[in-house]
């Protein structure tokens, strides 16, 4: 426990006090070198809310960086207020019996042996003005919040900030979380704590990546980035993050090489860990353990499935839950209305598994296994219908946990088979998010050690066919089928599974240029996707028959087929399938010469991909609107549209050049309308519309808006100018954390980042300035 303080003259004593005569000095850090990276918004914020608050609380976990914030708002409300200010170390006080002389001793003020209570001390200080900063509460709440309360009553200018990972729980108490340093913040410290140590050490462009990336793995937590930093006597940052990222455990290890006059509890990460741990009763710390098998967040469903049970009740979960939040192990994240999430930092998640045993580690991964498996049942039987956008926006928010439960099952022969299930199952998710390339690679893990059925395996092989087909390889789709057919052989497969197995094939032959071979085969799988009594699967059959059939230029049946979908569909409520049914019954149209009406039946397509979040559809969408264009000689339009399309596809893993008969009918509407591929006037439109992020994509189809005009360039950061490329390219945050390896809140920061300094509003803006400034250096 220590107190900011400072030598002064006492005056007469009072009878029950000896107050001083002066002011008390401004914040004197805790240990030298402390000085304030980042966080000026937050300490604009925090001057704003203690400008019309008395009581604020900074919660967060250990090693946010709430006792830094604490004391810079402590220095800034003396300079912009002119008010005195006391600073109170409690984190090591561990009798609340001493709480009040060692807040009086930060006021100057003596109170008598046996005279420190609340009210002693409030009456001593009753004339304060100022703002008093009660660091470090976490170990005497109730003692703290009970001071709290009787100081504000009877010292009315006084102001009290306070830091502690959980909230006092006074009447007009305002809480402010303190999270993560941005990524530019967390570099910019990383920098200095490492030159404090090495002063040679200098960040340049050999060792930045690293430094961002070490930044990123270690989330932006304060104390985690410094302990890393003081490593750089040892290893080069590459060094450091190889070691941060070799396996669990090590981050505790490497992380602790605290300086030695720091609290006790910031001179290692275990250290900061603990103490967030002793926080905890211990269902909380084992509700904490269990927890730990979720990655990218969870909802109280999911802990309450998972984590109930041997010690836990199912009604005590949502206490559980409350309480780690309160205590910081958890944080909340929601959109305002549907959904609430919860998640911790992968520190915290590491040392809580550590907290579990091997068995009740496997038993921990079998319920999140079996948590999956009935969230990809659910979502396989009622997304074919209205909820179906509903379960694709679940299914892409838990896609971390999928990710992790299909990981760990690969470790049995009997979890491997559940999850080749889940990996079937979720075809329609599959290609609805553009994640062919991970379907394929589940399939080949997770089969390789499955115990499963034939039908399950004959399906498994059936969508590996589909996705091998669809990214442009025929000859793998047609040995994985050639399996499928010979593991079935002498057996008879449901019609589910055969329906599967005949439009798969289909694909596969239409793409070797023979459509006429696939008509039979999906007649015969529509009945039977019809008699297994699965919708989804008969709107698919009949959309790839209709397509087929107009391949083989019976427009009129295709159409017939295709109007047979948008019913069955749009009795179910089903917008994926009926979307491309939509958009292929567009270019009917526009092969019957009327581009009015296709372009109409685009535009209602789009609207339904948009809302899905479906690329592949919206790529197929483009494609007819670029003919459409083309057939009206809008040749800019059809290029730019061409443009867009091609990025998408491509970021699917399909290339829309060798895909029979989408690049036949972009050739002749080239021809059509007389466009050179080679004509520079074209190139530029096709690289500006590869490069319209998805929201200009949008507004160009639906031709809602032009495409603005570029701001004066100005420099960023490599990373920042990497990101900004790929807003160009019109992927979402997400799709970019995902590409370059970082996490989301990376990404957002580097957004946030290039916005202010670019001086725009929206990532339209970012994507018109990257096209402009390719075009420059072109």
């Not at 404090?196 to 060792?207: H, V």
């Not at 003081?230 to 605290?258: M, N």
């Not at 927890?291 to 309450?304: H, I, K, N, R």
Request: charged share 25%.
């Amino acid at each position: 426990m220590g107190v900011t303080r400072r030598k002064v003259e006492d005056t007469t004593p009072h009878p029950t006090h000896l107050p001083t005569p002066h002011p008390w000095p401004a914040v004197v850090p805790a240990r030298p070198g402390d000085p304030l990276l980042g966080r000026r918004q937050e300490l604009t914020d925090l001057r704003r809310t203690l400008g019309s608050a008395r009581l604020v609380t900074l919660t967060g976990p250990a090693g946010i960086g709430k006792t830094t914030l604490a004391r810079a708002a402590a220095a800034d409300h003396e300079r912009a207020r002119r008010e005195e200010t006391w600073t109170v170390d409690l984190a090591d006080l561990v009798d609340p019996d001493l709480l009040g002389h060692s807040v009086a001793g930060a006021f100057g003020v003596r109170l008598p042996y046996g005279a420190a209570g609340a009210g002693d001390l409030a009456a001593a200080v009753s004339d304060r003005a100022g703002l008093l900063v009660l660091d470090g509460c976490a170990a005497m709440l109730d003692a703290t919040a009970a001071l709290v309360t009787v100081l504000l009553t009877t010292a009315p200018r006084l102001r009290v900030l306070v830091t502690s990972p959980r909230q006092l729980g006074v009447t007009g108490e305002v809480v402010v979380p303190v999270g993560p340093l941005a990524a530019e913040e967390a570099q910019a410290l990383f920098a200095a704590r490492a030159a404090a140590a090495l002063p040679s050490f200098r960040l340049t462009e050999d060792n930045a990546a690293a430094v961002a990336g070490l930044c990123d793995v270690l989330e932006g937590v304060p104390l985690a980035v410094e302990l890393a930093a003081a490593r750089v006597l040892v290893l080069s940052p590459r060094g450091i993050l190889d070691r941060l990222c070799a396996r669990e455990g090590d981050r505790q290890r490497l992380l602790a090489k605290g300086a030695r006059d720091a609290p006790p509890r910031q001179r290692s990460l275990r250290a900061s860990l603990e103490a967030s741990n002793d926080l905890c009763t211990p269902q909380e710390r084992l509700l904490w353990a269990r927890l730990s098998v979720f990655t990218g967040g969870f909802p109280l469903e999911a802990a309450e499935a998972v984590c109930a049970g041997d010690g836990i009740d199912e009604a005590d979960v949502l206490d559980l839950v409350d309480g780690l939040l309160e205590k910081s192990v958890l944080t909340r994240e929601d959109d305002g209305a549907t959904y609430a999430r919860f998640r911790m930092l992968e520190s915290l998640r590491e040392y809580a598994a550590e907290q579990l045993g091997a068995e009740q580690q496997l038993a921990g991964r079998g319920r999140h296994l079996a948590w999956c498996a009935d969230l990809v049942r659910a979502a396989a039987n009622s997304s074919f219908g209205p909820a179906q956008a509903e379960w694709y926006r679940t299914l892409r928010r838990e896609h971390g946990n999928l990710r992790e439960a299909l990981r760990h099952a690969l470790g049995t022969p009997a979890d491997a088979g559940r999850a080749l299930e889940m990996v079937t199952a979720l075809e329609p998710y599959w290609t609805v998010t553009g994640r062919l390339s991970e379907a394929r690679h589940w399939l080949a893990r997770v089969s390789a050690v499955a115990e499963a059925d034939a039908g399950t395996r004959a399906r498994a092989l059936a969508l590996g066919a589909w996705t091998a087909t669809l990214q442009g390889e025929p000859a793998t789709g047609r040995s994985l089928l050639d399996q499928a057919a010979a593991l079935l052989a002498g057996g008879a497969a449901d019609d589910a599974v055969t329906a599967r197995l005949l439009v798969a094939r289909a694909v596969e032959v239409a793409w070797q240029g023979s459509p006429a071979e696939a008509l039979a085969p999906l007649e015969q799988a529509v009945a039977a996707a019809r008699a297994a009594g699965d919708g989804s699967l008969e709107s698919t059959a009949l959309l790839v028959w209709a397509l087929s059939r107009s391949f083989t230029g019976d427009l009129d049946g295709a159409g017939a087929a295709l109007r047979a979908c948008v019913d069955l569909t749009g009795r179910a409520g089903e917008v994926h399938v009926r979307s491309y049914a939509l958009s292929a019954l567009g270019m009917l149209a526009l092969l019957r010469g009327d581009p009015d009406a296709a372009a109409a039946l685009e535009v209602q397509a789009l609207e339904m991909t948009t809302a899905l979040g479906d690329r592949s559809a919206t790529a197929f969408v483009l494609e007819v609107l670029a003919w459409v264009a083309a057939a009206e000689r809008r040749r800019e339009r059809a290029a730019t549209l061409l443009g867009a399309a091609d990025a998408l596809w491509r970021r699917l893993g399909v290339d829309p050049d060798g895909v029979p008969y989408l690049s036949a009918n972009r050739r002749h509407s080239e021809e059509h309308a007389g466009i050179d591929r080679g004509d520079a006037a074209f190139r530029a439109a096709f690289r500006r519309g590869a490069a319209l992020p998805d929201e200009q994509v949008v507004a160009l189809a639906l031709e809602q808006a032009p495409v603005e005009e570029e701001p004066e360039e100005v420099p960023l950061t490599r990373r920042e100018l990497e990101v900004a490329g790929l807003v160009g390219c019109g992927l979402s945050n997400r799709e970019i954390a995902e590409q370059l390896k970082i996490s989301q809140r990376t990404v957002e920061s580097h957004v946030e980042n290039t916005l202010r300094k670019l001086g725009f509003g929206s990532r339209t803006q970012v994507a018109a300035w990257v096209v402009e400034r390719e075009a420059r250096h072109r």
